[in-house]
């Protein structure tokens, strides 16, 4: 298994967002090429759930029922496969990861330092078992057979980011008009580079360039886990290729470095990659805090 990265960073600038200060969107789209789409994602909060069984107040509409938000959260997952098999092992992926998710958080409270190492192998344990799901129902399905996923999934539970990687989507992290990319794409080319067997200017030429050597339901699955401080004004992003192969990371800094909002931002940089060529599914995921108005 791949040993948690501390990726290090800036220490985090103000206090925890507030829920009115997150700006969070995600969009996908087919593309110009395929009329299926086998992306999923998913953008959410964590919270301390407050269930009220029985209450003599009568109103208790004005209750903070959600209670205190533990992490945001964003993940996506770009099927590989038939049209229904890529399709359904993307959503497999981020439902299992979700549910597991839940549990995870709710164990690790606000991602404590003393916890922190366990909760480093939930992650993992939790793509591992998406894993274990796609497969499972590609061995009972025959119309499945073959079908795996990527999964790229980042958590923020202030002032820590977690981000747990399976195959080539990305995440990315900008901040003080720098663009960092946090994930390495598990892919052949990636490994013979990593070799010494292909120089890295010419990876993106290689034909092995989008094959997967780790993905989820594969043969394989080798989920890397890493985590980082965050800063209060810094902007992440996440994924599929079918944006990276046609929008360079100048371009996505270019963007980011002139967004108004992270529906905004999403929009440009899809429509940056439709115009580029739109060959594959485009998956698009932005969250960052902004100041109250």
């Not at 597991?100 to 409270?109: I, K």
């Not at 590609?138 to 079908?147: D, L, T």
Request: with cysteine; hydrophobic share 40%; net charge negative.
């Amino acid at each position: 298994m791949t040993a948690p990265v501390l990726v290090t960073a800036s220490l985090p600038i103000g206090p925890k967002p507030a829920d009115d200060e997150l700006d969070l969107f995600g969009l996908t789209h087919p593309g110009r090429v395929r009329s299926d789409n086998q992306d999923h994602f998913l953008i959410g909060t964590l919270h301390r759930d407050l269930v009220i069984h029985g209450s003599s107040l009568g109103d208790t509409a004005d209750l903070p029922l959600r209670g205190e938000r533990l992490a945001t959260f964003a993940m996506v997952a770009d099927g590989v496969g038939g049209r229904a098999a890529g399709a359904e092992a993307s959503q497999l992926a981020v439902e299992t990861t979700a549910r597991y998710l839940n549990t995870a958080m709710a164990c690790f409270q606000s991602a404590a330092p003393a916890h922190e190492d366990a909760f480093l192998d939930a992650l993992r344990d939790g793509a591992l078992q998406a894993h274990d799901t796609v497969r499972a129902t590609a061995a009972q399905r025959p119309e499945y057979k073959g079908m795996s996923t990527t999964l790229t999934i980042a958590i923020g539970a202030w002032p820590r980011m977690y981000v747990v990687q399976v195959g080539d989507s990305r995440c990315y992290y900008y901040h003080g008009g720098v663009l960092r990319q946090l994930t390495r794409d598990q892919t052949v080319a990636q490994q013979l580079v990593d070799a010494g067997a292909l120089r890295q200017s010419r990876m993106h030429e290689s034909p092995l360039s989008h094959v997967l050597a780790s993905a989820i339901g594969s043969g394989t699955a080798e989920p890397a886990v890493s985590r980082m401080r965050m800063s209060r004004d810094a902007v992440v992003l996440l994924c599929s290729d079918g944006l990276t192969k046609h929008v360079s990371d100048d371009a996505i800094a270019g963007v980011l470095r002139t967004m108004r909002s992270a529906e905004q931002a999403c929009r440009d940089l899809l429509q940056l990659a439709l115009d580029g060529g739109g060959s594959d599914n485009i998956t698009v995921l932005i969250g960052r805090s902004v100041p109250p108005p």
